[in-house]
């Protein structure tokens, strides 16, 4: 009797341990994570002498996921469908010739707007150096305004193949100047709730131009996410998206990394163990129909090369093969000189976009 009395006493205390560790980890877990709000304002930088838009004066545009600068040649754990890719990140020469390509891309095509997309500020992988800060430098202040926004951010990441900070942003770039820049946050992957935590949030991001003469022109720019086959991630993704573009008064447009083929055919065309990324009717679907897109569903069920976006990493692809990128205009928005800049050799595994628009 005087035994179970004993034990009685201690499960209260073992319990209470239990919770008390609980909490701690769940504090823990927090403190490392990031927890942006549904809408909030995002960096911004822009000096009081910035010109400012003329009505009808052209915009040329660049979008571009630039894959952090880590340059070519590497296949990175998560570039292959089992994950086991052999490299973990760049080393300081690649990611010094990358930011040296990308420059000089920038340079020669001299846009007047630039969407950027998979852009480090701060993580281990790139020995912590802000991409942004090093872009402008090179840049000379020919970008005077810049706008900024993370969607993957943790003081640690506890993946064996990270094991440390992570911050990756989108980065807008202007020549002229920019009113607002805002986050708007997008419904993140399934999963459980720890695997979450450390998870990529994903993002619109904003800015707004104003215009002499005008209404202002609104620029979006997103990177959805990738592998979240078996739940209904990038549908709501994409609703997320419309629904941003639909509530935009006055001309806008929208560029970035989808991570969705455009068309049925397009999935079609891809090799059978490439098709595990997507399912056969897009969930970019929606968009597609609802506004002017480059490339358009027409451009893409050529199967031409020149609307290719995205250059695999994967050596058992090789070659470049789909379209995942897009530039999405308003309604009535005049486009121009719609284009996809094919380096070779590659400089990320994606190419950069190129448009001219007259708000």
Known sequence: MQRSSRRARWWPRVLLGLGLLGLALAGLVYALTDHPRSVQAAELTCPAGTPTLKVGQPVKVLSWNVQYLAGRGYVFFYDTLAGDGPDTRPTPDSLARTLNEVTAVIQAENPDLILLQEVDRGSKRTDYADQLAQLQARLGGAYPCAASAYYHRAAFVPHPKIMGKVGLSLVTLSRYRLDTATRYALPPICGDPLTVAFNFKRAVLGVTLPV?????????????????????????????????????????????????????????????????????????????????????????????????????????????????????????????????????PKISDHFAMLTTVAP
């Open 212 to 344: 002499a003469g005008g209404r202002p022109l609104t620029a979006y720019q997103t990177h959805l996410d990738a592998f979240a086959q078996g739940c209904d991630t990038m549908e709501r993704q994409v609703a997320a998206v419309q629904a941003r573009l639909r509530d935009t008064p006055g001309p806008w447009i929208m560029g970035g990394d989808f991570n969705l083929l455009g068309t049925a055919g397009a999935y079609a065309r891809l090799r059978e163990r490439e098709r595990a990324y997507f399912n056969p009717q897009t969930e970019l679907k929606p968009l597609m129909d609802a506004y002017d897109a480059f490339p358009n569903e027409a451009q893409i069920d050529t199967g031409e090369s020149r609307f290719f976006t995205h250059f695999p990493n994967d050596p058992a692809v090789g070659r470049p093969d789909r379209t995942i990128d897009y530039f999405f205009f308003s309604p009535g928005l005049r486009h121009t000189a719609d284009r996809i800049r094919q380096d070779q």
